[in-house]
Nanobody
Framework: QVQPVESGGGLVQAGGSLRLSCAAS????????MGWFRQAPGKEREFVAA????????DYADSVKGRFTISRDNAKNTVYLQMNSLKPEDTAVYYC????????????????WGQGTQVTVSS
């Protein structure tokens, strides 16, 4: 099992950058694909990005392609989400989640979730 804990959220102006981190406890972190999801007020949780267990495969939502980059450091049990060129519509609570081995884009395929970190992008 792993327990993800997100950090790095905050308030940023449109066009700015933030880097989210997700530190996961547990000795089996390298067996898990990691995903980032987000949920804005009044909206459903949506897929943002995911990375497979080894870090050599990634996937992104169309809305963030070219702006966000997901990466991981298995030695540190940590996954990152670098967010550049932020837009007000990126405002949401961002969640980190773990699924066994391979990339998933459906939230219900992820077994372990963090509590989320707020990202607010002002116009």
């Amino acid at each position: 099992q792993v327990q993800p804990v997100e950090s790095g959220g905050g308030l940023v102006q449109a066009g700015g950058s933030l880097r989210l981190s997700c530190a996961a406890s547990g000795r089996t972190f390298s067996r898990y694909a990691m995903g980032w999801f987000r949920q804005a007020p009044g909206k459903e949780r949506e897929f943002v990005a995911a990375i497979n267990w080894s870090g050599d495969s990634t996937d992104y939502a169309d809305s963030v392609k070219g702006r966000f980059t997901i990466s991981r450091d298995n030695a540190k049990n940590t996954v990152y989400l670098q967010m550049n060129s932020l837009k007000p519509e990126d405002t949401a609570v961002y969640y980190c989640a773990a699924a066994a081995w391979f990339i998933r884009i459906r939230a219900d395929e992820y077994s372990f979730w963090g509590q989320g970190t707020q990202v607010t992008v002002s116009s």
